[in-house]
């Protein structure tokens, strides 16, 4: 049996995931993480409405963020009246399996957990808006490993999974909040 998140889906806007690259592309050569924030309704759907960056030391291999700086997140959701509904953070290269580390740092077991491969690098379609909406409808980039917590255990979704899990919308564009300075 899936978990309930996992069925009810999760709604993102393209430009999330497009705005979610650039900013982990331009953590040049450095892992790094970001929430997606925003409001999910009583039957469990929810949008993702905002991008939060949490302060965080990165390095080439993992990132880091301090409890406090996770207080900082909470702030902002509970501001908005969002929830955490994913958490993202980008690998050196193409393999986008949690690792043990990441099983530890995943906070939210109620939220997704994604995995953006070459420090959040994903094909050209994704870098530019003009290119996005002429190829429109586009399913979540297969590049990105998604999991979720079922079964006790945070899981690599297979496609099916994934296409159950979110689906791609065209609006709104997100907010980008930036809790680093
Ligand atoms: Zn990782």
Not at 92 to 104: L, M
Request: hydrophobic share 45%.
């Amino acid at each position: 049996m899936k978990n309930a998140i996992v069925r009810a889906g999760l709604a993102v806007p393209a430009d999330a995931i497009r705005m979610t690259s650039a900013f982990l592309q331009s953590m040049t050569g450095v892992e790094s993480c970001c929430f997606w924030l925003g409001s999910r309704n009583p039957s469990g759907k929810a949008t993702v409405m905002a991008i939060v960056v949490p302060r965080q030391r990165n390095q080439p291999g993992n990132y880091h963020v301090e409890a406090d700086a996770m207080v900082g997140v909470a702030d902002v959701a509970r501001q908005r009246g969002w929830t955490n509904l994913a958490q993202i953070h980008s690998h050196p290269g193409t393999d986008v399996r949690h690792s043990g580390y990441d099983d530890e740092m995943a906070n939210s077991r109620r939220a997704l957990s994604l995995v953006y491969p070459t420090y959040g690098a994903l094909p050209g379609m994704w870098c530019f808006r003009g290119w996005l909406w002429r190829l429109w409808p586009v399913p979540i980039p297969q590049e990105i490993g998604v999991h979720a917590f079922l079964r006790a255990k945070w899981t690599l979704l297979d496609a099916a999974g994934v296409a159950a899990a979110m689906q791609v919308i065209s609006g709104p564009k997100p907010a980008f909040i930036d809790l680093r300075t």
